[in-house]
């Protein structure tokens, strides 16, 4: 009676303790999709070869902008990286670990991975871009991939945007 006592209070206490470790919601959001996309662009041939992975998350780290590009920073994935944890990423995408588990394993090596956020997307339909500071003008153009050459007052910039933005927002008929 004793011991069932006990491993009722020990299974209850790991439950509580691994759920009190676990991402949840918004919880390193960039770290999971970053992983869960780079994990896509792998080919089955690469995944169980963790240097391999090693080597494709440093191309995929070339192509990183923003927020994904701190992420390949803080693992070293990019030249200038002051440290490299890229075995803590390799090692278990090899093992098909879900995204969140691996990211679990990140935060504990280094915290910061989980501190990083992705800027709220500007919806340009209901926004109204008179009212938009320049810097989020030019961060609608940065996530186009595009550029105002010669764009000097706020009236050049939404001109530009209003001229790509059939190319880039979907509207609804």
């Not at 080597?55 to 701190?70: D, G, V």
């Not at 008179?130 to 961060?139: A, C, Y």
């Not at 000097?152 to 927002?169: C, G, Q, T």
């Amino acid at each position: 009676m004793l011991h069932a006592k006990l491993a009722i209070f020990v299974v209850t206490f790991m439950c509580i303790y691994s759920s009190l470790h676990a991402l949840k919601g918004d919880d390193c959001e960039v770290c999971i999709k970053t992983v869960e996309k780079f994990s896509a662009s792998l080919d089955d041939s690469v995944k169980k070869d963790t240097k391999k992975i090693e080597n494709e998350f440093r191309e995929f780290c070339k192509k990183a902008k923003n927020k994904e590009q701190r992420f390949c920073y803080y693992l070293g994935g990019v030249e200038d990286s002051a440290t490299g944890i890229l075995s803590e990423l390799s090692k278990p995408l090899s093992w098909s670990m879900p995204a969140e588990k691996i990211c679990e394993k990140l935060k504990k090596k280094d915290a910061q991975i989980c501190d990083l956020r992705f800027e709220k997307q500007i919806d340009v339909n209901t926004v109204d871009l008179k009212k938009l500071k320049v810097k989020d003008l030019k961060k609608i153009l940065s996530d186009w991939d595009e550029d105002c050459d010669g764009c000097l007052e706020k009236s050049d910039f939404i001109k530009r945007i209003n001229d790509l933005k059939h190319k880039y927002v979907k509207t609804e008929l």
